[in-house]
């Protein structure tokens, strides 16, 4: 099928080994590695192995220093400037942009993105670290979603 097809290639083309995520390219073949949690939505695609989703969940998303889950989901470890998890882009990566500087795609919680994020997760259920990641990223959003609309009244 089409599906199968793209899940082929994107397994193919854009994983990179060494970081242990999947990237997008440049025109000219090489990876783009500023990652962003949309690198986890090649698992919506069905693309990465079980090894290949454990690892990606272990090496970044259950990362303080990357996106800043806890495998609690309790925000243990988690600095102030990457409390609420799952940035619009890498906490590590020099473009993060720390808060009071107002950049839209560089560290913000972007709701959509955790969403994608999550159903992506959702097909990896059978994984014990994806099923461990996405419980971790519900409950992190699901306090930041509240915390919002206590304080603020909406989302």
Known sequence: SRGKLMADKIRRQLWDEPISMYVNKFANGTFY???S?????AMMANAPSD??????????????????????GDFRNNRDDCYWGLPSI???DPAYLKPGVWNYWRGFVWGPMAMLTYWSLQN???????RQGRTALCKQMKALMTRQWSEHRHV
């Open 51 to 72: 090894s290949q989703a454990a690892n990606m969940i272990n090496t970044w998303l259950l990362n303080s220093s990357r996106f800043c889950v806890a495998a609690g």
């Open 33 to 35: 590695r500023r990652i």
């Open 37 to 41: 949690p949309t690198s986890f939505y």
């Open 90 to 92: 890498s906490y590590d």
């Open 124 to 130: 990896y259920g059978h994984v014990q670290e994806v």
